[in-house]
């Protein structure tokens, strides 16, 4: 999960300036990363096990590394945390004897069930072995998978308050009906002539970018699975041949490459997960040898309305942008 601030890799669109996010289609996020710390702090020291007159107790959070959001998409939270947690806890015999040991959550992340948590307790070293080991191995794992498990409610129920947003026409409408009026995107696979796909409003945009290196070197660059997954700083799957599919950013970006001249032109089908089911715009890449650099024309048709803003502004960005600081494609060559 991209860490807050440093530039999410799912190109998210902020909101507007008036304040609204229309039909709450864009995706919106708010960090909860300070509020989940002091959460998990004040849930966790403290937590305590008895028996027999003994006891074990968290007495600090050693290490408390992670962080946490909630996002709105199209009206559906979807909430991400992701933790390794580090405790002291002190153990006390009945008859007043202390031993110190650590206890650590490695895996406290959505992906996770609290079942499947990986809670380990150890004593400090040179500590002997007691029994207050087995206390805390059994009962005081339990009582802090409780403590973790309420982290979780409180911020699904509690801190998600405010995240969608009433539509212009009230609470949670239905998407409207596409009207005839609408444009048609169409998708013609090879050896037919058929259109299939849905009616909505597109739009197209051109870019025109120059980085310091060669066509080959740049070609190669967008479809060889290792420099995707380093430019991107994430895991891709990335078939460069003709009809082969990519799937990059975390699987929020996918599609497929329709023509490759190498050293020369990609055409691919693009899309956004978050567009409309099977939609896919058409970017058309060019590359022209200028010598020491290459200039890149891009031509993209097809984009859902009201998204030209946001997928020219994500290529510039992920892909152009990141490109150049990557391999040191923009530095001048003088």
């Known amino acids: 999960m991209a860490k807050w601030g440093e530039g999410d ?8 300036s008036d304040a609204t996010n229309v039909n709450n289609w864009h995706w919106t996020e708010r960090d909860v990363t300070g509020w989940s710390s002091d959460k998990l702090r004040e849930l966790l020291v403290g937590c305590r096990v008895e028996r027999d007159g003994a006891s074990c107790q968290l007495t600090e959070v050693t290490k408390l590394e992670g962080e946490a959001s909630i996002n709105n998409r199209k009206g559906k939270l979807i909430f991400f945390y992701e933790w390794v947690i580090k405790a002291s806890w002190l153990g006390t015999t ?3 004897i202390k031993y110190k040991g650590t206890l650590e959550v490695a895996n406290l992340s959505d992906e996770n069930d609290m079942d499947d948590l990986d809670i380990s307790v150890s004593l400090c070293k040179d500590e002997p072995i007691t029994p207050l080991l087995q206390l805390m191995k059994k009962e005081g794992v339990e009582k802090v998978r409780k403590a973790l498990g309420e982290y979780v409610t409180l911020l699904k129920s509690e801190f998600s308050q405010g995240m969608i947003l009433p539509t212009a026409s009230g609470p949670s409408q239905p998407p409207p009906t596409p009207t005839p009026k609408q444009v048609t995107t169409s998708r013609t696979t090879q050896g037919s002539s058929s259109t299939v796909g849905v009616r909505i409003a597109t739009s197209s945009f051109s870019l025109q970018e120059t980085f310091l290196t060669s066509p080959d070197e740049l070609y190669r660059t967008f479809i060889n699975q290792e420099f995707v997954q380093v430019f991107t700083h994430a895991a891709a799957q990335v078939d460069g041949c003709h009809g082969g599919k990519f799937q ?4 929020n970006v996918n599609g497929e490459f329709s023509e490759l001249i190498p050293d020369k032109k990609i055409v691919m089908r693009w899309r956004f997960k978050t567009w409309p089911s099977e939609h896919y715009a058409t970017i058309s890449l060019r590359l022209k040898n200028l010598g020491e650099e290459t200039e890149l024309s891009m031509d993209c048709k097809g984009v859902p309305a ?20 990557t391999f040191g494609y923009g530095a001048s060559p003088y």
Do not use: H
């Open 9 to 16: 890799p799912r190109w998210i669109v902020e909101e507007r």
């Open 306 to 325: 009201g998204e030209e803003e946001r997928t020219k502004e994500g290529w510039k960005r992920y892909y152009f942008k990141a490109i150049k600081q």
């Open 94 to 96: 009945a008859v007043g």
């Open 248 to 251: 990059m950013l975390d699987g």
